[in-house]
């Protein structure tokens, strides 16, 4: 099976950078990928990562190092609308299937 | 119209009800999704079409019946659901699977 960590809440302040870890154990790794999820809507895909490294888009950037089963999402120049939870999953096995973390709610304040 | 489309966008059931849930793509894309979604847990999967065969079935209870006509429409059939199935409903696809999923807005259920 698949176990992912990541924490269920945080607080920043707005103007500020944020990072938000997860951690998963599994068996056939092939990737990883970072959505985030506003109270009440759809989760919305915004990174993908697959290979050990920093890949930036925009004021979000995601990294990953598959030896130690480990990947953070970092938000720059935090705004009051990235209030949102930020889930992370992990594709893994022959059906290259997706599992899904509990999700970190992030709560940016002025 | 565009992305991922759901119907009803909310739902209220008796036990003894049987209804469906629509989903619909527009995105070219050549899988499907059903996910559950309740307060404190991760999403989780029920089950998976690709290229309209059912690849994934997440030991679902038989309640719950899925139909992929073609790569466009998925349904969820629902029948004698319990208290517990109430949740948030999301439907996604994505290019094939394992790729990056895009999201309908969900049906909120409630079984009564």
């Known amino acids: 099976g698949q176990n992912i960590d990541q924490p269920t809440e945080m607080t920043a302040t707005e103007g500020a950078i944020v990072q938000i870890n997860c951690t998963y154990q599994?068996?056939?790794?092939?990737?990883l990928f970072w959505y985030q999820q506003h109270a009440g809507e759809a989760p919305t895909f915004l990174s993908y990562?697959?290979?050990?490294g920093l890949e930036e888009k925009g004021r979000f950037s995601s990294f990953l190092s598959r030896s130690k089963g480990y990947s953070y999402l970092l938000l720059k120049e935090l705004q009051m609308k990235d209030s949102a939870s930020y889930l992370c999953?992990?594709?893994?096995?022959?059906?290259?299937?997706?599992?899904f973390g509990i999700g970190t709610k992030l709560q940016v304040i002025p | 119209e565009t992305g991922v489309t759901q119907t009803p966008r909310h739902l209220v059931m008796g036990m003894t009800n049987k209804k469906s849930l629509k989903c619909e793509q527009h995105?070219?894309?050549?899988?499907m999704y059903w996910y559950k979604q309740s307060a404190k847990k991760p999403l989780e999967l029920m089950f998976v079409?690709?290229?309209?065969?059912?690849?994934e079935n997440n030991s679902v209870p038989s309640r719950f019946s899925p139909e992929c006509p073609n790569s466009s429409h998925l349904f969820l059939h629902l029948h004698t659901l319990q208290p517990e199935d109430s949740a948030l409903y999301l439907c996604?696809?994505?290019?094939?699977?394992?790729?990056?999923?895009?999201f309908g807005p969900g049906t909120r259920l409630t079984v009564t």
């Open positions: 995105l070219g894309h050549n899988a």
């Open positions: 079409y690709s290229l309209e065969e059912r690849v």
């Open positions: 996604a696809s994505s290019p094939r699977t394992g790729r990056e999923q895009y």
């Open positions: 999953a992990v594709r893994a096995g022959g059906y290259q299937k997706v599992t």
């Open positions: 990562n697959v290979l050990d």
């Open positions: 599994t068996s056939g790794f092939n990737g």
